[in-house]
Each structure stands twice: as C-alpha cells, then as structure tokens.
C-alpha cells in the first residue's frame, strides 16, 4: 500500500481528490503575465514598457492624485506641451467623459489608421515604430484618432491588442485603478490607432473615464470588434411575450 501520510488531502474522497486543482499564485515573467493572466498592475509599466513585450506607440504614464483631508482629492490629466503627452507632441482636439456601471464592459474598440500615399500599411509602420521611432513629428496625429485615457472613479481593467499590418501581435492586459484610490495605479494611458481596445469595469463601483482624442469623433471611424457584450440580448421567453398578438 502506498504511503499517503505526507499527503494534503489524504482526508477528501476520492471523487474530490481525482477532481481537485489548486490555483498557481507564482509571479511569471511581464510578458507572459500581460498576454495571459493580466494580474498586471499599471504601476508596473510606469517609466517604459519594455520594447519586447510592449505595443509600440502605447504610453502608460503616473499621474499624481492629491487628497485632501475631510475635503475630497484634485487631480491633473495632462499639461499640454508638458510630460510624457508633451514628449510624443500629442495634444488631444476633443474630450469627453463616459460612466460604465459596475460589472459592465465595454468590447473592443479600433480606429483606423493613416496610410500615406506611395507607400504600404507595413512600410509605413516599420517607419513610424522601428526605424525611426523617436521622431514622434512623423506621426499623422491630424489624420487618425490616437486616445488618451484617464480614470477617475472605479476599477479598470484594460485590453489591448496590435492589429496593425505588419506589426507583431502583441497584446496588453492589466488594471488601472481610479483618482478615488489614490496609489501608483493612478495612470493615463496612450492608444494609437489600429491597436484594439477593451474595457471591463473590474469593481463593485461605476467606472468613470475622461479621454481625449487626436481628432474630432467620427462615427465611422469607430470600428468595433467582438463588441456583443455591450448589446446582450433580451431573453428568449422576454421576447416571445413581447410579440405576443
């Protein structure tokens, strides 16, 4: 008979022994954890994301949040001209705000990007993001929607995946934590065009986000991937009552 005795669940049935898995809380690389588990805080891609596992042209940068005592807390987006927005020679044409209620989401969203003439998608963005990627004036910012995001209240969970042609497709899954928990999760986050985008509001409380965008909204620019999560359908009883005659 073998010996059980050093074994942890030697007091289970065997049903639930032959059933049971236990949760791997070990720390893999940034990489690994970005694509896969998303247990990435935003902190961690604070100061440069590296190069080999980071989307080129995203930007998470720290914002500071200050509280005040008994009062509430103030809390700055960006300078224009100034900072990691002032750095790439970004400066958004339009803002607006959006609420999503807890344990909502919002599915991917992309824009497209700016092709100029006598050249390729894939030439173009070898250009703009290998070989000469800190000549941040080469970047049509008045011809494609780029995002800059900032949360203010709630818990984000952000999705991002490279779909331009070309470019390797890396992906980026990690949490932002809004002014209302002030911390090093405080960030704003940089989104080019052609790099898709999801949001889960990943609390109990309502996300509330302030972006700003390169261009002004046009609606068909606003292309939408596996977005069904935003329009679920009403159930199948609901519907048959509804049609009733």
Same mark, same amino acid.
């Given at each position: 008979m073998a010996d059980t005795s050093n074994d942890l669940? &030697?007091? !289970? $049935?065997?049903? %639930? #022994?032959t059933a049971l898995k236990t949760r791997d809380y $070990?720390? *893999?690389?940034?990489? *690994? &954890? !970005?694509?896969?588990?998303?247990? @990435?805080? *935003?902190?961690?891609? @604070?100061?440069g994301i590296p190069p080999e596992v980071g989307i080129p042209g995203v930007e998470v940068f720290h914002r500071r949040v200050f509280h005040q005592r008994?009062?509430?807390?103030? $809390?700055? /987006? *960006? &300078?224009?001209?100034?900072?990691r927005v002032g750095d790439i020679e970004m400066w958004p044409k339009q803002w607006a705000t959006a609420k999503?209620? +807890?344990?909502?989401?919002?599915? /991917?969203h992309i824009h497209p990007p700016? =092709?100029?003439?006598?050249?390729?998608?894939? %030439?173009?963005?070898?250009?703009?993001?290998?070989?000469?990627?800190?000549?941040?004036? !080469?970047?049509?910012?008045?011809?494609?929607?780029?995002?800059?995001? /900032? /949360?203010i209240q709630g818990i984000c969970e952000m999705f991002l995946i490279d779909e331009r042609a070309g470019m390797p497709r890396k992906k980026m899954r990690f949490i932002i934590e809004g002014?209302?928990? #002030?911390?090093?999760?405080? @960030?704003?986050?940089?989104?080019? %065009?052609?790099v898709a985008h999801a949001i889960r509001? +990943?609390?109990?409380?309502?996300? =509330?986000? @302030?972006?700003?965008?390169?261009t002004t909204f046009v609606e068909a620019n606003e292309g #939408?991937?596996?977005?069904? =999560?935003?329009t679920p359908e009403t159930p199948p009883d609901w519907e048959k009552f509804w049609n009733l005659a």
């Open positions: 669940w &030697r007091g !289970l $049935s065997s049903i %639930a #022994r $070990s720390d *893999a690389s940034l990489g *690994a &954890r !970005l694509q896969q588990t998303g247990r @990435v805080e *935003a902190k961690e891609l @604070v100061g008994y009062r509430g807390y103030f $809390s700055e /987006f *960006a &300078r224009e001209g100034q900072g999503m209620y +807890a344990g909502t989401s919002k599915g /991917f700016y =092709i100029p003439e006598g050249t390729t998608p894939e %030439a173009w963005f070898q250009r703009l993001f290998v070989q000469d990627p800190l000549n941040y004036s !080469l970047r049509p910012y008045d011809k494609e929607q780029w995002d800059v995001m /900032f /949360f002014d209302d928990l #002030r911390g090093e999760n405080n @960030v704003g986050v940089v989104i080019p %065009a052609g509001s +990943a609390s109990s409380q309502d996300l =509330i986000m @302030v972006y700003g965008t390169s #939408r991937i596996e977005h069904g =999560i935003e």
